[in-house]
């Protein structure tokens, strides 16, 4: 004879519980891939050797690499101009974050009042 009802019911809650305990395990280990904290923190190293490299390379990037390129008195070259872009959004993007950062740990005015 087959499974009692009681019996599915709770076999299929154990292989609930069990899959949002493996969704939560999968979601905590992609929350972690991701975090460069916790990265640097097990792989300091290898951070710090990236983020050498990136520097190196933008930095080159930004400076022109040298070579000699054509362009009108008082016309910037394009690299300079997309870095400059770049560094505008960049620090637009670090304003903005800054703002929402203080926003959440500073009270609002009408919560103050009451």
């Keep these: 004879m087959g499974a009692k009802p009681d019996e599915i019911v ?3 809650d154990r292989q ?3 899959l949002g305990e493996n969704l939560q395990e999968l979601e905590t280990r992609l929350r972690d891939a991701t975090n460069w904290r916790v990265q ?13 490299g990136a ?3 933008l ?11 054509h362009h009108q008195p008082g016309e910037k070259p394009a690299k300079r101009q997309i870095a400059e872009a ?8 670090a304003v903005n974050k800054l703002k929402e950062y203080l ?11 009451q």
Excluded at 86 to 93: D, F, K, S
Excluded at 103 to 113: E, H, I, N
Aim: no cysteine; hydrophobic share 35%.
């Design 40 to 52: 640097y923190r097990k792989h300091p190293w290898v951070m710090i050797g990236i983020a050498t």
């Design 103 to 113: 926003s959440a740990q500073l009270p609002s005015p009408q919560t103050q009042s």
């Design 10 to 12: 709770s076999r299929i």
């Design 16 to 18: 609930r519980d069990q």
């Design 59 to 69: 930095g080159s990037w930004v400076r022109g690499g040298g070579g000699s390129q």
């Design 86 to 93: 770049i560094r505008g959004a960049v620090i637009t993007l």
């Design 55 to 57: 520097g190196f390379l």
